[in-house]
């Protein structure tokens, strides 16, 4: 799990800068562990430049300050006839105490993380973090080389995290009023050098965690510097700091928590969205075959039809056909077998004529009621007679009379209007041949008529 890491390095200001010596030796006491009310307590802390006494780290900053303008004194006394205008060795540290327009020192305090996440590191391992500081203070020296660090001390036993305090001597070089060096925190501290600072000072910092402290730290993350926190913070108001930081520092994490949660509920939900996708196009994949198959198979039932009616179509016509020519053959048949009885009998013409005539008819009844039989297998009409050979054997043995009463023509069983037609056409003088091939033909015509009538009723 990542460990978020704050980074806080500020310079004392207002109420809590190094106005004077004053000021100076009440942080000394606190940065020292030299307070009254510390006497009887046991403290941690590593002092790692300077003297580890108030008196004495007073003392090492005299001398900086002696060092570092001694130059500078002498060629200002050189300028100056009056005595009371010269300055002693200790003069500028003294007189910059008692100024009111700059400060004597500057406090610089550094915390790297806060006691949210030094809670989890055993106070024992804590002092791993003086390395740690020493490399921060390199880190200042280089970025303000005009300063100089006359102490700085690691606390180790407060609650919070381990921080370091420095005090350090801001010299500017270049002034033109008194002492060409002299002491200046805002000629040194300047808005744009403090901005550096706040970035420069972060390098390294992760990488110095993780090599001190590989387990906590393994996967921390410096948090980002906030705009506009370069201002000094009261100590009073630091407890109050540290507690809003480390709520803060809490619900950086739990909406880093939240945020990282939602990513992998996002992307569970797209996996899921692709799945659903992805189901759908394989759903509509599968109607689109089954109405292609749907119509292939519509169009394989519309083919067989069209096989069965045209099958069916050729079959009854096929059918009509044979029939007729059979007819025909049977027609042409009675004809020859009325001219030859006619030829064996001239003595009974009349008689003989009469009786081809009706044996004529009813043959070509008898093959009309062939052919009705034949059509009634497919639905259509039937029609009743008697046949070829028994019309024929019973015309030897009686005369036209005994015939036509016997096929039930007088009771009106049979009702023809072809007989009628052979009959007009007999009365008006026709010859009896051609009579007989006149209602022939008007039979053979009636049969082509139903033909057609039952190709019509197929089409439909």
Not at 10 to 25: E, F, M, P, R
Not at 64 to 90: C, F, H, M, S, W
Not at 305 to 316: F, G, P, V
């Amino acid at each position: 799990m990542k460990v978020f890491v704050s980074y806080s390095i500020h310079i004392s200001n207002d109420i809590n800068a190094i106005h004077d010596l004053q000021c100076l030796t009440r942080a000394l006491e606190h940065n020292l562990r030299k307070r009254s009310q510390d006497q009887d307590k046991d403290f941690e802390i590593a002092v790692i430049i300077g003297p580890s006494t108030v008196e004495e780290a007073i003392e090492y900053a005299k001398t900086i300050v002696r060092e570092k303008t001694e130059q500078a004194r002498l060629e200002y006394n050189l300028k100056q006839t009056r005595k009371d205008r010269q300055y002693g060795p200790d003069d500028l540290f003294y007189r910059t105490s008692e100024s009111q327009k700059t400060d004597l020192a500057a406090e610089i305090i550094i915390q790297i993380g806060d006691g949210r996440i030094w809670k989890d590191v055993i106070k024992e391992d804590w002092d791993m973090m003086i390395s740690v500081y020493k490399r921060e203070i390199d880190k200042l020296q280089r970025l303000f080389p005009e300063i100089e660090i006359f102490s700085a001390s690691i606390h180790l036993d407060e609650d919070a995290s381990p921080h370091m305090h420095a005090l350090a001597l801001p010299f500017y070089t270049g002034n033109k009023n008194g002492l060409s060096t002299t002491i200046c925190k805002t000629k040194v501290f300047t808005p744009e050098r403090l901005m550096e600072m706040q970035i420069k000072m972060r390098e390294g910092v992760i990488d110095a965690l993780k090599s001190m402290y590989p387990e906590q730290f393994n996967d921390a993350v410096l948090i980002p510097k906030g705009v506009g926190r370069n201002m000094d913070i009261p100590k009073n108001l630091l407890k109050f700091l540290y507690r809003y930081e480390s709520d803060y520092d809490e619900r950086v994490h739990e909406i880093i928590r939240i945020n990282k949660s939602l990513e992998e509920e996002g992307k569970e939900f797209e996996k899921y969205k692709e799945h659903q996708i992805r189901r759908i196009k394989e759903d509509r994949e599968l109607i689109h075959e089954r109405e292609l198959d749907l119509d292939n198979r519509e169009d394989e039932v519309n083919r067989k039809k069209d096989i069965l009616e045209n099958e069916a179509r050729n079959k009854l016509k096929e059918f009509l056909e044979t029939a007729k020519k059979e007819l025909e053959n049977k027609i042409t048949q009675a004809l020859q077998a009325i001219n030859d009885f006619l030829n064996r009998d001239r003595s009974k013409r009349i008689k003989g004529r009469h009786v081809a005539a009706v044996q004529d008819i009813l043959n070509a009844r008898t093959i009309e009621e062939d052919t009705a039989k034949k059509l009634s297998e497919i639905g259509y009409r039937n029609t009743l007679g008697k046949t070829e050979d028994d019309v024929l054997h019973k015309a030897e043995a009686k005369d036209i009379k005994d015939i036509i009463e016997e096929q039930g023509i007088a009771r009106g069983e049979i009702e023809n209007s072809d007989i009628r037609i052979f009959k007009k056409l007999v009365d008006k003088g026709m010859p009896i041949d051609d009579a007989a091939s006149i209602v022939a033909k008007n039979i053979i015509k009636n049969l082509e008529q139903d033909q057609t009538m039952s190709l019509s009723l197929f089409d439909d």
